[in-house]
């Protein structure tokens, strides 16, 4: 939908959003006195230095530094932009995002022209296999896999003609590069991507084209064929199926996780529309924690062959980072030979539920294949487990499932004390630090950060002579950019302030300011706020001062400035 996101919706939805709730469902999170901590999902750490405070509504790494708003980490933990942060964060609160098409809309951008592009060539797609002759050989194979036009239609599976240039033909070269769909060459020519294929379009959870599958319709190879990496297609972040999945139901109670396109599709058509599949890819944790958005249990189901279980074991090794309390993955192992097509076509709906409702728990299979070789009933092979297990369970979550694997593997081992996971930390420590660290500020950075962080001083400020004309150093037109902004939304707060500047020069600082660490509060920030605005004033009589003395002392003064200056000594005097 055309038209830019109003300002007023992106200051409520910031007052509607905990970023406690909010960072927690991505990054699980403890309690340590005002403030909730984890280790920094933007860097490698063994201690959390990662804080969420919910009285500022901030989040901060005492480690990185990386730090901001609810948008700002939908951002960086998701790797989306601005649109796509407001849309998610919307998402979460269970409100719509507004447009304001009283507003003439910006310049399409290359992102912008890359889906116009992608889902031109899929309804391309779509009509070929409907209209092209040479697509018979196309709907008799999809035939041949059972597959109705209704399941067709739903997932959008089109025909890419057998042509080097069946698109290049329609549209710009350069768009169908920047979008995967075109191969271009050393001479500087190019050729369309897919050819003869069975085409699967792949669409994010908004249903937007991000790339496609083809499949080959005789024995050339690659059998499959994927969009390559693009600025809209991340394979390692995205899955196949979520958007019709969540179109049926957008909370379902699992997903199952499969390997290819016809899976997920077979299923479908046989009644089990809650299946995606990752894309020619392994399973990451980018992955779970995208379906962990929608659902509490993921149950991997891969083919029932060697590859399928090693998959199967990376997949369940990649869950363990993701798994908090109140998530649940199983491992639903297939008979040698078959996988979720041919399994639901042969066995049934009845019995392919059955299985996924049964599937093993993760914590049953994980210590079940440590196991495998080693004899518990020795020294060796119980120590030879722990080692094993040490490097895994460390990367769980803090909580309750971390203590109860914990447990497994103390009977297991028969150890009574297993002391490797660390022991819950809190910030004092590293707030110290930083307070130690911290160089004196000067006045008006002060003046500027505590302000940030306590929009409602603005009454302290107003009840001060500020004469902006006598402070001219560094700062002052930061100041009085935020004092502005503050007296045209007096209920404002520090991450609405942080919005007025993303993208602006002074983003960086803001930043650095609004994480700094007064160790005061109530009655003590007023204080300290006005004394600060107090020496603010002065450092600005100084300056003048010394600007007047220095003037006389070069060229002499004018008549008004003689009379400034002796009035400034006076006063100096009195003092």
Not at 163 to 186: C, E, H, M, P, Y
Not at 431 to 437: D, F, G, I, T, V
Not at 445 to 463: G, S, W
Not at 510 to 526: A, L, P, R, T, Y
Request: net charge neutral.
């Amino acid at each position: 939908m055309a038209g830019r996101i109003p300002r007023s919706f992106i200051d409520d939805l910031l007052v509607r959003v905990d970023i406690v709730d909010l960072v927690d469902s991505y990054v699980p999170l403890k309690k340590s006195g005002s403030s909730y901590v984890a280790r920094c999902p933007f860097h490698t750490e063994k201690t959390p230095s990662f804080a969420v405070t919910r009285n500022k509504q901030l989040y901060h790494c005492f480690g990185c530094g990386a730090g901001g708003n609810a948008i700002s980490f939908l951002m960086d933990y998701s790797h989306l932009n601005f649109v796509e942060a407001i849309e998610d964060l919307a998402d979460f609160v269970g409100v719509t995002v507004p447009r304001d098409s009283s507003r003439v809309p910006e310049k399409k951008n290359n992102v912008s022209e890359i889906f116009q592009v992608l889902e031109q060539v899929a309804s391309f797609y779509i009509q070929q296999l409907r209209e092209n002759e040479a697509a018979k050989t196309a709907v008799a194979y999809l035939k041949s896999r059972g597959l109705s036009g209704e399941v067709a239609r739903e997932f959008q599976i089109g025909f890419a003609p057998d042509s080097w240039d069946a698109l290049l033909k329609r549209f710009k070269t350069r768009q169908l590069i920047d979008a995967g769909l075109a191969v271009s060459k050393d001479s500087g020519s190019a050729y369309d991507r897919f050819r003869g294929r069975v085409v699967f379009p792949i669409r994010d959870r908004r249903g937007r084209v991000l790339g496609f599958g083809g499949r080959v319709l005789d024995d050339s190879l690659p059998k499959y064929l994927n969009s390559p990496e693009t600025a809209v297609f991340h394979k390692g972040r995205e899955v196949y199926g979520l958007y019709e999945l969540l179109s049926r139901n957008s909370k379902p109670e699992r997903i199952v996780v499969v390997e290819g396109y016809m899976d997920v599709i077979a299923l479908a058509q046989f009644g089990v529309g809650y299946a995606v599949a990752t894309l020619g890819t392994a399973t990451s944790k980018e992955h779970l924690e995208l379906l962990f958005r929608f659902t509490s249990e993921v149950v991997f189901c891969f083919d029932g062959d060697k590859a399928g279980r090693e998959a199967s074991w990376r997949a369940v090794i990649s869950a363990f980072p993701s798994l908090r309390d109140g998530r649940q993955v199983k491992i639903m192992q297939l008979p040698l030979g078959s996988d979720p097509d041919t399994f639901v076509r042969e066995r049934g709906l009845v019995e392919f539920e059955g299985r996924v409702v049964s599937a093993q728990a993760l914590s049953e299979y994980f210590f079940e294949r440590l196991s495998q070789g080693l004899n518990l009933d020795g020294m060796e092979g119980r120590a030879g487990l722990v080692n094993k297990a040490k490097a895994y369970l460390q990367t769980l979550p803090n909580g309750v499932f971390q203590e109860l694997m914990l447990e497994k593997l103390k009977a297991l081992s028969k150890l009574d004390k297993l002391d490797f996971l660390e022991k819950p930390t809190t910030l004092k420590h590293l707030r110290h630090k930083q307070q130690q660290e911290d160089t004196k500020l000067s006045p008006v950075r002060l003046v500027i950060t505590l302000l940030l962080q306590n929009p409602d001083l603005i009454e302290v400020f107003e009840k001060k002579e500020i004469k902006w004309q006598a402070l001219n150093f560094p700062g002052i037109d930061l100041l009085k950019k935020i004092v502005e902004i503050i007296k045209q939304h007096p209920d404002i707060n520090l991450p609405r302030l942080l919005e007025y500047f993303r993208g602006q020069d002074e983003e960086k600082y803001i930043n650095i300011m609004m994480n700094h660490d007064f160790f005061v509060s109530g009655s003590e920030i007023k204080d300290e706020f006005s004394g600060a605005i107090n020496r603010l004033i002065e450092q600005g009589i100084e300056q003048r001062l010394d600007e007047l003395i220095a003037k006389e002392r070069a060229s002499g003064l004018a008549l008004h400035e003689q009379k400034e200056l002796l009035g400034m000594l006076a006063k100096s005097v009195r003092k």
